[in-house]
């Protein structure tokens, strides 16, 4: 990374892309690594010298010794999570000190009854339920734009707290009365609250200060995005999708710096897709094949465990994700899991109502009617796992490669072809990379 550099990680997909095993590596190089929407939904798995680890809201960088990781207010923060993580994380010898992670204070909190609010609408919705990580984060940050939100410096004042609490039940509790859903008391919340509730003041604190005063001093930051370009709340394919802005854009936003911080986006996608929950999947495969790439690829929820729909890669909605976020480079993860299907198949553009579309169109009438057109590239059947160089890659999986290189106007700066940190090919910079910005596909 350059000096000052504002490097943003974001997931091309529906999430699940592998942008953990990404921000991991990049920040190595980063002064401080940033979460800035998003909550414990997420699930970063990472692989470091054979251990694996589960985060769901505090920064991959955390497994750096030394980095700074700072949770912005663009984020909901569930304080009793929150603590469990740091516990796991402390249990296994990582040095969790509020030198090393600050939380603005401003970022809304999650309590239990945005998780109940959340489970009884998804199970009231039948048919028609999102297929939420139920984890309350679409009551949260309800709450964040109707001015209710109890936020995390509320923790600080215990009178200002219950007060806060007070008036977020009055309209909460008559929502989970309609739901069928016991009402809760201030009371248990306070309860729940207060085993973490001194414990985390020391992390409070102001995100956008530290984060702009680090960028004015030449620091390098790593946004890192959670969920995916087309779980946006904005431009995803509403409304089978999050309720926060997942976009590079609102990395900036979500944490209190200018835009001018972000100086480059690096979009993340697998060597085919995947989707949790409901919506709109195109490319979506309910055979043999897509039983394959969940067993080979291990495609299970982080966070609920829930099997991943898997289909072949979706070039059109890769074209909408690298658009709406400004994306100049691309990392290619599980290229592995590709061994053995042959022959790949991409989808290189889409059909409705008798035309033709390169980008995903974003009239929700359409998506449930496109019809996806394939080009079928060969297979490989070599083991991928010892490749660090692309002249270490068989041809078939090189083509792969410049295939979407060629298809979508960016260069593939790194392919991931196994679960740990090093099981990577790195190809060199070129243009349209780092430094440059491409053309628009
Ligand atoms: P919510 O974010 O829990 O409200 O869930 C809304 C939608 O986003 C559902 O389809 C979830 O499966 C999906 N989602 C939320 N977080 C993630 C993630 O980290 N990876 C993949 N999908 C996610």
Redesign the pocket.
Known sequence: MNPAFGLVVIGAQ???EGKGKLVDLFAAEADAVVRYQ?GT???HTLVVEGRKTVLHLIPSGILHPGKRCVIGSGCVVDPVALAAEMDELAAAGVDVGPDRLLISHAAPAILEVHKRL?RARESSAGDEK??????G??PAYEDAVSRAAVRMGDLRDPDRLRARIEALLFEKNVLLRAHGQPEFTTECILEALEPVRARLLPFLGDAGALLTSLNEAGGRILFEG???AL?DVWHGTYP????SSTVAANAAVGVGVGPQVITDVLGVTKAYATR????PFTTELNDSIGEHLRRVGREF?A?TGRPRRCGWLDLPALRYAIRINGITRLAVTKLDVLRGVDPIKICTHYRWRGRTYDVMPTDAASWAELEPVYESLPGFSEELANARTPEDLPPAARRFLSFVEARTGRPIELVSVGPGRNENVLFAPRAGGRDGRGEAP
């Open positions: 529906w999430g699940d998003g939904n997420a699930g959340d999102i297929g939420t990580t139920g984890r984060i679409g959670a969920q995916g779980l089978y999708v999050t309720s949790v929950g409901s919506g929820g966070t």
